[in-house]
């Protein structure tokens, strides 16, 4: 990847985030999952735009990549992406948790639009991914499939069943992005459950895991294009809140109501920003 590359992630992450703060604003609910949803937008924008295989034109174009969105409570950075490439009509993501829309605040199934599982319930997300590798494995195809989980959702034995099992079955297509912010809905993770050397947890599990920081684009990439025999984890380290001075590692923000004058200062400083 070189640096203009970076330079054009960069900018579309830039974009991604000021999307969030226009839909934030609007939000049919009045309050989304702000924090966590902008922790992953560096993430999800090298994902999308530099590995996933697919077709906006053709969403069931079945030798396209998937996406799971497993801590589905961030789902604006996802919304905003899918907006971008043409999935999501302008009129739709401005309709985000109102009467009759599609878009709520976790994601609900719908293949024409991107959105492959509904998800909501935590820990989940990483079982669909696995039993879709297996599918994909035993169909000879070239697939991959790319799940988004949770620090926090490390709680959940779901998961672990989920890891165990993608290493029994040898899913070298299965790739799991850990979204490491260190916060969750009630706390850090050291005041609810240690998250401590999930490095060494996932590795013992049969996994060849990679650490990050979840914000270098360069990085990012070339977590995604490491080769491997096995399942593979990105272990990223983030920051909550990312890309606002006011919310960044402020548990405040995992899910609050975004003001008209907030959301102007944010708008100042993001477009500041070069």
Known sequence: ???????????????????????????????????GS???????????KKILNFDSKNPLWEKRDRFILSKGHACLGFYAILNDLGF??????????KNDSFLLGHPVLNKDKGIEFSNGSLGMGLSLGVGVAISL?????????????????C???SIWEAAMSASHFNLYNLTAILDNNNLQQTGSNNEIMSTK??????????????????????????????ETKKPKLILAKTIKGKGFSFSENNNDWHH???????YEEAKKEINDKR
Do not use: C, P
């Open 1 to 35: 990847m070189n640096l203009e590359e970076i330079k054009n992630i960069s900018f579309f992450s830039k974009k991604i985030r000021s999307k969030i703060l226009d839909i934030s604003l609007e939000a049919g609910a009045s309050s989304s999952h702000f924090g």
């Open 38 to 48: 902008l922790s992953t937008v560096d993430l999800l924008s090298v994902l999308y």
């Open 88 to 97: 999501i009509t302008n009129e739709e993501l401005s309709l985000f948790e």
């Open 137 to 153: 494995k035993k169909k000879n195809s070239k697939s991959n499939v790319y799940v988004l989980i949770g620090d926090g959702e």
């Open 155 to 157: 709680n959940e034995g």
């Open 197 to 226: 050397s999930l490095n060494l947890k996932w590795s013992s599990f049969g996994w060849e895991v990679i650490n990050i920081d979840g914000h270098n684009v360069k990085e990012i990439y070339e977590a995604y294009k490491a």
């Open 256 to 262: 609050k109501i975004l003001t008209k004058k907030q």
